[in-house]
């Protein structure tokens, strides 16, 4: 099994549910779902993933990454 596909497939689908609401708004739930959900061996190797040029992440995950690194990056 491919690991990042999985989560690249995870993060997507947590962007498509959210992808109705408005475009700050989902960017900001999508980030509060991974941040809360996930434990910090899926968020690190998502943070990587888009490191690394995030093909195939929604841009509604990219743009929540982005929060993710910002000041709580720290308890990822």
């Known amino acids: 099994m491919d690991t990042t596909r999985e989560l690249i497939r995870m993060a997507n689908q947590i962007a498509g549910y ?9 960017v900001t739930e999508t980030a509060g779902h ?15 993933h888009t490191a690394a040029g995030g093909e195939g ?19 990822v």
Request: charged share 30%; net charge neutral.
């Open 34 to 48: 991974i941040r809360a959900f996930w434990e910090p061996r899926m968020r690190q190797r998502l943070l990587d």
């Open 18 to 26: 959210f992808q109705s609401y408005p475009q700050d708004e989902a």
């Open 57 to 75: 992440l929604h841009e509604i995950v990219t743009q929540a990454v982005e929060r993710l690194r910002g000041p709580v990056a720290g308890s």
